[in-house]
């Protein structure tokens, strides 16, 4: 199977999106479910405890994978982009798609930045913690959620029925 160059940028940026989730995934260690937790939180009330239920070891861990997760979404948006562009190369996308696969991952980052400067903040300053901005803050990461897995979800399917299409040929 012949890889084109930017078969080989998608592999490339897809790994390290890989390594870079291990190594969140490795820092949360048994946190993990309390950031979708917080990310998903609809109320004060609910923050606060999802806050409150975490020792001091839970919290360091916590607080440690907001800095890998700065560079996080720069490396899922840059893989995704590449697989679209990767896709493009291999079958006609149409103009909204082309655009869509463009936009929704920068948005998509743009969001997990907006998320991770709150978290960090509200982590240290609970007095912060309001109905207002846990409400917002979970807008915004259910929005960039969507654009990420959707996104991821489009060009799996493409890339699925190019390489069906290959196949039966």
């Known amino acids: 199977m012949y890889l084109s160059v930017l078969d080989r940028k998608l592999v490339a940026w897809s790994a390290l999106f890989v390594v870079s989730q291990a190594n969140i995934a490795r820092l949360l260690g048994p946190s993990a479910p309390k950031v ?3 990310q998903t939180a609809w109320s004060e ?4 405890n999802i ?9 360091a861990r916590f607080r440690s ?3 890998p997760d700065f560079v996080h979404p720069a490396i899922y948006a840059i893989a995704l982009r590449a697989g679209a562009r990767s896709l493009a190369e291999k079958t006609p996308l149409s103009p909204a798609a082309t655009t869509a696969l463009a936009v929704a991952p920068v948005v998509s980052a743009a969001g997990d ?3 991770n400067i709150v978290g960090l903040t ?3 300053n609970r007095e912060q913690i309001t109905d207002t901005v846990v409400r917002a803050t979970t807008v915004v990461s259910t929005v ?4 990420a897995i959707g996104s991821l979800a489009y060009l799996s399917q493409g890339f699925l029925r190019v390489w069906a299409q290959d196949l039966l040929r």
Do not use: C, G, N, P
């Open 36 to 38: 979708l937790a917080v």
């Open 45 to 48: 009330q609910r923050y606060r």
């Open 51 to 59: 806050l409150a239920s975490m020792d001091e070891t839970e919290i």
């Open 65 to 67: 994978h907001y800095f």
């Open 113 to 115: 930045y907006i998320e």
């Open 122 to 124: 509200l982590v240290d």
């Open 144 to 147: 960039k959620w969507l654009l």
